[in-house]
């Protein structure tokens, strides 16, 4: 039931793309002093959405719609942007990934946040209280 419903499919696709982040942060800090490691991230959320909700389009909503896009927000994984190579041709910086990391924890924190809020939304317009 509440995934026909947007605000929790945008809250999932967000903790899908933090957890997806989270992956490659722990890979490029597993591999930092991998020579010729080369970092990788995704790419960032807010531009995922505004690729996904750019101008007027109809929704897939089941397999058998035609001419839709099915809107599921997925994340992209991509070549990290801000990495400099190291002597040994490593592009991984522990600093830049720990802070990539906080912002992770920070983006997971607001999905479920965003997530119990309509939760709470639901119950009330029910008349179960919050």
Do not use: W
Not at 35 to 52: M, Q
Not at 119 to 125: A, D, E, G
């Amino acid at each position: 039931m509440h995934d026909k419903i947007e605000i929790f499919r945008v809250a999932a696709a967000m903790a899908r793309h933090a957890g997806t982040r989270q992956a490659l942060v722990a890979q490029n800090i597993a591999n930092a002093d991998t020579p010729g490691y080369k970092a990788r991230d995704v790419v960032p959320f807010a531009e995922l959405v505004s690729r996904d909700t750019g101008g007027f389009y109809t929704r897939a909503t089941r397999a058998g719609h035609l001419n839709g896009r099915d809107g599921s927000l997925r994340p992209e994984i991509v070549a990290a942007k801000d990495a400099l190579a190291n002597p040994n041709d490593n592009q991984v910086t522990l600093e830049a990934e720990m802070l990539k990391a906080v912002a992770v924890k920070r983006q997971h924190d607001r999905a479920l946040a965003i997530y119990r809020s309509g939760l709470n939304i639901l119950r009330t317009s029910l008349g179960r209280g919050a």
